[in-house]
Protein backbone atom coordinates (compact mmCIF):
# COMPACT_ATOMS: atom_id res chain seq x y z
CA UNK A 1 0.00 0.00 0.00
CA UNK A 2 1.50 3.60 -0.99
CA UNK A 3 1.27 6.53 1.44
CA UNK A 4 -2.45 7.58 1.87
CA UNK A 5 -3.92 9.30 -0.96
CA UNK A 6 -7.56 8.19 -0.93
CA UNK A 7 -9.05 5.57 -3.17
CA UNK A 8 -6.91 2.51 -1.75
CA UNK A 9 -7.14 3.28 1.70
CA UNK A 10 -10.66 2.11 2.17
CA UNK A 11 -14.05 3.12 1.57
CA UNK A 12 -15.10 6.77 1.30
CA UNK A 13 -18.46 7.63 3.42
CA UNK A 14 -18.44 11.60 3.15
CA UNK A 15 -16.94 14.85 2.27
CA UNK A 16 -17.06 16.81 5.84
CA UNK A 17 -15.45 20.27 4.54
CA UNK A 18 -13.42 22.75 2.38
CA UNK A 19 -11.42 25.60 3.82
CA UNK A 20 -8.58 27.47 2.35
CA UNK A 21 -5.90 28.04 4.66
CA UNK A 22 -2.14 29.67 4.75
CA UNK A 23 -0.08 28.20 2.70
CA UNK A 24 3.65 27.20 4.70
CA UNK A 25 5.60 27.35 1.68
CA UNK A 26 4.43 30.70 -0.19
CA UNK A 27 2.37 32.04 2.88
CA UNK A 28 -0.96 33.03 0.47
CA UNK A 29 -3.97 31.55 2.12
CA UNK A 30 -4.66 29.56 -1.01
CA UNK A 31 -4.10 26.27 0.25
CA UNK A 32 -7.11 24.22 -0.08
CA UNK A 33 -7.95 21.96 2.47
CA UNK A 34 -11.03 18.88 1.79
CA UNK A 35 -11.50 16.70 4.51
CA UNK A 36 -12.96 13.01 4.31
CA UNK A 37 -14.29 10.18 6.04
CA UNK A 38 -13.12 7.31 5.49
CA UNK A 39 -14.01 3.51 6.70
CA UNK A 40 -10.59 1.93 7.00
CA UNK A 41 -10.61 -2.13 7.45
CA UNK A 42 -8.86 -3.32 10.24
CA UNK A 43 -8.25 0.52 11.75
CA UNK A 44 -11.62 2.20 11.45
CA UNK A 45 -13.29 5.57 10.69
CA UNK A 46 -10.48 7.88 9.73
CA UNK A 47 -10.70 11.65 8.80
CA UNK A 48 -8.25 11.98 5.64
CA UNK A 49 -7.23 15.79 4.95
CA UNK A 50 -5.72 16.62 1.63
CA UNK A 51 -4.79 19.79 -0.41
CA UNK A 52 -2.90 21.92 -2.72
CA UNK A 53 -1.79 25.59 -3.26
CA UNK A 54 -3.47 26.79 -5.74
CA UNK A 55 -0.61 29.15 -6.04
CA UNK A 56 2.63 27.46 -5.25
CA UNK A 57 1.15 23.47 -5.95
CA UNK A 58 2.47 22.77 -2.14
CA UNK A 59 0.75 19.35 -1.37
CA UNK A 60 -0.60 18.70 2.18
CA UNK A 61 -1.70 15.46 3.35
CA UNK A 62 -2.81 14.41 7.37
CA UNK A 63 -5.03 11.83 8.82
CA UNK A 64 -6.57 11.37 12.28
CA UNK A 65 -8.71 8.53 13.94
CA UNK A 66 -12.68 10.18 13.87
CA UNK A 67 -12.85 9.22 17.27
CA UNK A 68 -10.03 10.61 19.04
CA UNK A 69 -8.55 8.15 22.08
CA UNK A 70 -6.59 9.54 24.97
CA UNK A 71 -2.82 10.35 24.30
CA UNK A 72 -0.95 7.10 24.20
CA UNK A 73 2.92 5.70 23.37
CA UNK A 74 1.54 2.22 20.91
CA UNK A 75 4.70 -0.32 20.96
CA UNK A 76 4.93 -3.22 18.24
CA UNK A 77 7.45 -5.71 18.19
CA UNK A 78 8.01 -6.46 14.68
CA UNK A 79 9.39 -9.83 14.08
CA UNK A 80 8.14 -11.23 11.00
CA UNK A 81 6.15 -10.35 7.87
CA UNK A 82 2.65 -10.24 9.47
CA UNK A 83 4.34 -7.48 11.34
CA UNK A 84 5.58 -5.77 8.50
CA UNK A 85 2.24 -5.65 7.06
CA UNK A 86 0.04 -4.13 10.39
CA UNK A 87 -1.15 -0.51 9.06
CA UNK A 88 0.15 2.35 10.85
CA UNK A 89 -1.74 5.60 10.91
CA UNK A 90 0.52 8.50 11.43
CA UNK A 91 -1.61 11.92 12.49
CA UNK A 92 1.15 14.94 11.41
CA UNK A 93 0.60 15.36 15.64
CA UNK A 94 2.81 12.13 16.20
CA UNK A 95 6.79 10.50 16.34
CA UNK A 96 7.57 7.34 15.02
CA UNK A 97 10.81 5.95 16.49
CA UNK A 98 12.65 2.67 16.20
CA UNK A 99 15.06 2.62 18.52
CA UNK A 100 17.91 -0.22 17.56
CA UNK A 101 18.09 1.27 14.00
CA UNK A 102 18.40 4.97 15.16
CA UNK A 103 15.50 6.19 13.46
CA UNK A 104 12.89 9.16 14.52
CA UNK A 105 10.59 10.86 12.95
CA UNK A 106 9.18 13.75 14.68
CA UNK A 107 6.66 16.68 14.04
CA UNK A 108 7.34 19.92 12.67
CA UNK A 109 6.01 22.23 10.80
CA UNK A 110 6.63 20.34 7.66
CA UNK A 111 5.33 17.03 8.87
CA UNK A 112 2.49 15.61 7.19
CA UNK A 113 0.43 12.58 8.30
CA UNK A 114 -0.04 8.89 6.49
CA UNK A 115 -1.49 5.46 6.51
CA UNK A 116 0.90 2.95 4.95
CA UNK A 117 2.19 -0.74 6.49
CA UNK A 118 5.41 -0.79 8.88
CA UNK A 119 7.16 -1.80 6.11
CA UNK A 120 6.10 1.28 4.55
CA UNK A 121 7.47 3.44 7.56
CA UNK A 122 10.63 2.04 6.58
CA UNK A 123 10.34 2.64 3.00
CA UNK A 124 10.21 6.76 4.03
CA UNK A 125 12.77 6.33 6.82
CA UNK A 126 14.75 4.86 3.72
CA UNK A 127 13.61 7.66 1.48
CA UNK A 128 14.09 10.12 4.38
CA UNK A 129 18.25 8.42 4.77
CA UNK A 130 18.91 9.13 0.81
CA UNK A 131 17.97 12.10 0.77
CA UNK A 132 20.13 12.91 3.53
CA UNK A 133 23.12 10.98 2.11
CA UNK A 134 23.08 12.61 -1.37
CA UNK A 135 24.70 15.81 0.42
CA UNK A 136 28.24 15.99 -0.44
CA UNK A 137 29.35 16.29 3.13
CA UNK A 138 27.17 13.04 3.84
CA UNK A 139 29.42 10.19 5.95
CA UNK A 140 29.41 7.71 2.88
CA UNK A 141 30.19 4.32 5.09
CA UNK A 142 27.67 5.25 7.71
CA UNK A 143 25.12 5.94 5.10
CA UNK A 144 25.79 2.61 3.27
CA UNK A 145 25.67 0.93 6.89
CA UNK A 146 22.53 2.27 7.78
CA UNK A 147 20.75 1.72 4.44
CA UNK A 148 21.65 -1.98 4.56
CA UNK A 149 20.31 -1.97 8.51
CA UNK A 150 16.71 -0.48 7.00
CA UNK A 151 16.43 -2.81 3.78
CA UNK A 152 17.60 -5.01 5.83
CA UNK A 153 14.65 -5.16 8.42
CA UNK A 154 12.22 -4.65 5.79
CA UNK A 155 13.04 -8.10 4.58
CA UNK A 156 11.93 -9.13 7.71
CA UNK A 157 15.68 -10.60 8.63
CA UNK A 158 15.61 -8.35 11.62
CA UNK A 159 13.95 -7.76 14.48
CA UNK A 160 12.92 -4.27 15.52
CA UNK A 161 10.72 -2.05 17.84
CA UNK A 162 8.25 0.45 16.37
CA UNK A 163 7.21 3.21 18.60
CA UNK A 164 4.27 5.72 17.78
CA UNK A 165 4.11 8.17 20.25
CA UNK A 166 0.81 10.04 19.79
CA UNK A 167 0.62 13.20 22.10
CA UNK A 168 -3.24 13.70 20.50
CA UNK A 169 -4.53 9.86 20.74
CA UNK A 170 -5.65 10.07 16.74
CA UNK A 171 -2.76 7.57 15.30
CA UNK A 172 -2.73 3.76 15.61
CA UNK A 173 -0.90 0.81 14.82
CA UNK A 174 -3.74 -1.64 13.83
CA UNK A 175 -2.11 -4.98 15.01
CA UNK A 176 -3.12 -7.39 17.93
CA UNK A 177 0.64 -7.42 19.36
CA UNK A 178 0.65 -3.63 20.14
CA UNK A 179 1.08 -2.60 23.72
CA UNK A 180 -0.12 0.69 24.94
CA UNK A 181 1.33 2.56 27.34
CA UNK A 182 0.37 5.74 28.90
CA UNK A 183 2.15 9.23 27.49
CA UNK A 184 3.51 11.43 29.80
CA UNK A 185 3.59 15.39 28.61
CA UNK A 186 7.30 15.18 29.30
CA UNK A 187 7.65 12.53 26.91
CA UNK A 188 6.40 14.63 24.03
CA UNK A 189 8.88 16.59 21.89
CA UNK A 190 12.04 15.25 23.91
CA UNK A 191 15.48 15.15 22.13
CA UNK A 192 16.85 12.35 20.71
ZN1 LIG B 1 1.54 27.96 -1.68
Same mark, same amino acid.
Request: include cysteine.
Given at each position: ????????????? &??????? =? $???????????????????????????????? $???????????????????????????????????????????????????????????????????????????????????? &?? $????? $???????? &?????????? =????????????????????????? =?????
Amino acid at each position: MPGASGAEIGERL &AKLGEMA =V $RCPSCGREELVLEDYLYDVPHVGRVILTSGRC $RHCGYKFNDIRLAEARHPRRLVLRVEGPDDLNALVVRASSSSILIPELGLEMKPGPASQGFITTVEGVLARFLEALHVACSSPD &AD $REACK $RKEAEIVE &AMRGRRSFTL =VLEDPEGVSTVASSKVVEEPLKTED =VGRGG
